[in-house]
């Protein structure tokens, strides 16, 4: 009987490793912009900040503010990826005025921890949004690439540098909760 109920338990455990939670440290955003996640302003001005007032979960969500033609991205701590498995990818956005296209995450592949002496690999990107919308889901299935060993993901508004000179009416913003990478079991 003993027997039975440690394999139980040993059957149990190995299915809650299975079963993994989202890779993204604080993708609920509910902590703040914790240690590791980076903010950086592609065109100027754009203000980062978490927000009580219009969220999709929880309490709190991220708020960037842009001024005229202003681009920003923040990016979550890296964190491990396996060669070849896939990752699903997703984010909630919405946003006022923001240009056609340039809401989504991007996910930069690393082949080590990201900086100076790591290489960044291919890029992907979820579903783009614009214009001025309520609470969307932002998707994408995608596959860590055969050198990948770490990832970040960008939450943007346009951090691309070929799409720099698209003109925008006038500020905008856009709010990011939820981000989640879950591996595709
Ligand atoms: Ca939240």
Not at 19 to 29: C, E, F
Not at 84 to 100: C, H, I, L, N, S
Not at 142 to 171: F, K, S, W, Y
């Amino acid at each position: 009987m003993r027997t039975i109920v440690i394999v139980s338990l040993l059957l149990l455990a190995a299915g809650l490793c299975v079963a993994q939670g989202n890779l993204v440290p604080s993708g609920d955003l509910e902590q703040g912009l914790t240690e590791g996640w980076l903010t950086d302003v592609i065109v100027g001005p754009v203000e980062f900040s978490i927000d009580g007032e219009n969220v999709h979960g929880g309490t709190k969500a991220l708020l960037l503010q842009m001024g005229q033609n202003g681009r920003g991205i923040v990016r979550s701590p890296a964190f491990a990826v396996e060669p070849g498995k896939q990752y699903r990818v997703t984010v909630w956005a919405t946003a006022e005025g923001a240009p056609a296209e340039m809401v989504y995450a991007r996910v930069h592949w690393w082949a080590g921890e990201p900086g100076v002496a790591s290489s960044e690999k291919i890029k992907d990107d979820t579903r783009h949004a614009g214009g001025t919308f309520d609470w969307t889901e932002l998707a994408a299935t995608v596959t860590a690439p055969a050198d990948a060993q770490m990832a970040t993901i960008r939450l943007e508004t346009g951090g691309d540098t070929g799409v720099l000179n698209t003109e925008t009416e006038g500020p905008f913003w856009v709010r990011f909760d939820d981000l989640s990478v879950v591996p595709v079991e």
